[in-house]
Nanobody
Framework: QVQLVESGGGLVQPGGSLNLSCTASENIYKMAWYRQAPEKQRELVAD???????NYADSVKGRFTISSDKAKRTIYLQMSALKEEDTAVYYC?????????WGQGAQVTVSS
């Protein structure tokens, strides 16, 4: 069973920055960050493939950066210029075509 372990998140003021990381127990074809705000559907934030192809939601383009360290089987999400509407639980997701995996979630709260 593939495991995804997240770290990071927390409380930050609007305009601030936070980082998230997610380490997988084995290599995964595509890894992503999703988020779910209270009473809203879970949405894709950004994803990255093993070949390095990137994809971002329009709402975070220019503010968030997804990256990976293949040797560490880890992806990162650098979040800057955070807004209150970025407040959500952020989930790491792994996609190996035949199986999907989720991390435990990390709370990100943007508030003054």
């Amino acid at each position: 069973q593939v495991q995804l372990v997240e770290s990071g998140g927390g409380l930050v003021q609007p305009g601030g920055s936070l980082n998230l990381s997610c380490t997988a127990s084995e290599n995964i074809y595509k890894m992503a960050w999703y988020r779910q705000a209270p009473e809203k559907q879970r949405e894709l934030v950004a994803d990255i493939t093993l070949s390095g192809k990137l994809n971002y939601a329009d709402s975070v383009k220019g503010r968030f950066t997804i990256s990976s360290d293949k040797a560490k089987r880890t992806i990162y999400l650098q979040m800057s210029a955070l807004k209150e509407e970025d407040t959500a639980v952020y989930y790491c997701h792994g996609d190996n075509f035949y199986a999907k995996y989720w991390g435990q979630g990390a709370q990100v709260t943007v508030s003054s």
